[in-house]
Nanobody, 126 residues
Framework: VQLQASGGGLVQAGGSLKLSCTASGYGFSRASMAWFRQDSGNDREFVAAINRNGGSTVYADSVKGRFAISRDNRKNTVDLQMTNLKDEDTAVYYC????????????????????WGQGTQVTVSS
């Protein structure tokens, strides 16, 4: 199982960035997917999750209304569109997969996920 995240970079505060995660090696359409982030010295933090068919999404309060998670089960990809970025969004962003998930499942706990991508750095400058 491989998760490959991309799309990170340097952006000014108020700007936008889109992260993508491409999955291989398992039944992507049977997996719940999520994005987490981790800043140096902090624990990994939940950002957003999406259920198997994309019909249900959940967000951390800190990103609600600014970030949007989506998936394409034909392409085995999950995206995170980030807008109105703030300094505090600076972190390494990780995509994660929970395989063989039930349809409604969108867990917020990192321990619920089975596989993780390598992370992509997002830096927001003010």
């Amino acid at each position: 199982v491989q998760l490959q995240a991309s799309g990170g970079g340097l952006v000014q505060a108020g700007g936008s960035l889109k992260l993508s995660c491409t999955a291989s090696g398992y039944g992507f359409s049977r997996a719940s997917m999520a994005w987490f982030r981790q800043d140096s010295g902090n624990d990994r933090e939940f950002v957003a999750a999406i259920n198997r068919n994309g019909g249900s999404t959940v967000y951390a309060d800190s990103v609600k209304g600014r970030f949007a998670i989506s998936r394409d089960n034909r392409k085995n990809t999950v995206d995170l569109q980030m807008t109105n970025l703030k300094d505090e969004d600076t972190a390494v962003y990780y995509c994660a997969a929970k395989v063989n998930a039930i349809l409604s499942h969108t867990p917020r706990e990192s321990g619920a996920y089975d596989y993780w991508g390598q992370g992509t750095q997002v830096t927001v400058s003010s």
